[in-house]
């Protein structure tokens, strides 16, 4: 019996017709019975071309951006840095690049604002950009110190004549209203807070809110019944030791919780360089919310739906790039008429090629 199964094993099973000879190298194919030339060759270049799919694409993702082990886990990050990665791919390979780990270190060295990377992405060095020249740090990185120095570099690349720039309580200083006004020719709306103690001290001596408003709106929504008062007055421009002030201001959000019942109330104070002619209290009250559509559409995107501040993209310029490349993608999705970016990024989940195409001119 042991005899007859050594043998039984040893036996040669016969091959089908079309099947691998094991016996060869595996970068070749042998076809035994009556199998053309021609066809076995096109069979090896079918299978190579399978596997070309999962080099180009899936090893890219495994070992260059290394997917696996991407710390970005809530809500609707891994999608978001799913389609950011296969973006940066095929972007890479339309620019004629074929080494993946390669083209990220040349492209992550010399990032810059989304703009220039996207023309760096060719692998030209051009010259280095002066001091002067470069994009200022990303406001999450630069201390609060350091972004008042920011605001000039930053609005000389913008034509502002005849505009209202807004801003936080942070940057209302004398020389940038000097700046806005002066040299460039536009008007301010500023939040005084404590950082200006004399000027809010100066504003809140006026009890403004004692009086009836000059203007009010009630909305209700998301929940909560909200009410906007504002005051102005001129009677301060003279006195006031800041520059250019034509009006000062007093604005109250009374926000009333349906569900909890309860209800709070906010005071800010605040100056303008716009006279009363200019603008009455119904403007200066727009123009103070549309500062903060600024922070609903852009930063509350970036930590909700981006969830960036949990970004574990921490080395060399990485944290610079990332930042371009989604505020590059919420421009994008809003120029194409999307309002909701988390609904319009559960859209293009899985369809790179929508992306692409919706960046590509």
């Given amino acids: 019996m042991e005899s007859l199964a050594y043998k039984k094993n040893e036996m040669a099973l016969p091959q089908p017709p079309g099947s691998w000879n094991r016996q060869a190298d595996s970068r070749t194919l042998s076809i035994v019975n009556k199998t053309p030339r021609g066809r076995s060759q096109s069979i090896l270049s079918q299978n190579r071309k399978h596997w070309s799919v999962e080099n180009k694409q899936h090893y890219v993702l495994d070992v260059t951006f290394d997917e696996d082990r991407s710390q970005i886990r809530s809500l609707n990050g891994p999608m978001v840095m799913t389609c950011l990665r296969r973006y940066a791919i095929s972007l890479l390979r339309l620019k004629g690049y074929t080494n993946r780990l390669y083209s990220r270190r040349r492209v992550v060295k010399s990032a810059r604002p989304v703009a220039g990377h996207l023309r760096q992405a060719r ?5 280095k950009p002066s001091a002067s020249s470069r994009a200022p740090p990303h406001p ?9 120095p920011c605001v000039r570099p930053l609005l000389d690349a913008l034509e502002i004549a005849g505009k209202v720039i807004t801003a936080d309580a942070l940057l209302t200083q004398k020389e940038i209203a000097e700046y806005l006004v002066h040299e460039r020719g536009a008007d301010f709306v500023f939040t005084v807070k404590g950082n200006q103690p004399t000027l809010k001290h100066d504003i809140e001596a006026l009890a403004l809110r004692a009086r009836r408003c000059d203007y009010a709106t009630t909305e209700k929504g998301h929940g909560q019944i909200t009410t906007r008062r504002i005051w102005c007055d001129d009677s301060l421009n003279a006195y006031v030791n800041f520059p250019h002030v034509q009006q000062v201001f007093c604005i109250e959000r009374e926000v009333t919780h349906l569900k909890q019942g309860l209800t709070t109330v906010e005071a800010v104070c605040g100056v303008t360089s716009q006279s ?39 080395s060399l310029n ?23 970016i988390a609904q319009a990024c559960r859209l293009l989940w899985g369809k790179p090629h929508l992306a692409i195409r919706m960046a590509l001119p």
């Avoid at 009363?276 to 559509?293: C, E, F, M, V, Y």
């Fill in 123 to 127: 692998g030209t060095s051009g010259p």
């Fill in 140 to 148: 999450k990185k630069v201390h609060s110190k350091k972004e008042i």
């Fill in 276 to 314: 009363k002619d200019k603008a009455g209290p119904k403007t200066i009250l727009s123009q103070n919310r549309k500062h903060w559509s600024v922070e609903n559409k852009q930063h509350y995107v970036l930590d909700v739906t981006f969830d960036e501040d949990r970004s574990q993209i921490r």
């Fill in 318 to 340: 990485g944290p610079m790039v990332m930042t371009c490349l989604r505020r590059y993608a919420i421009s994008l999705l809003r120029l194409k008429g999307y309002t909701n």
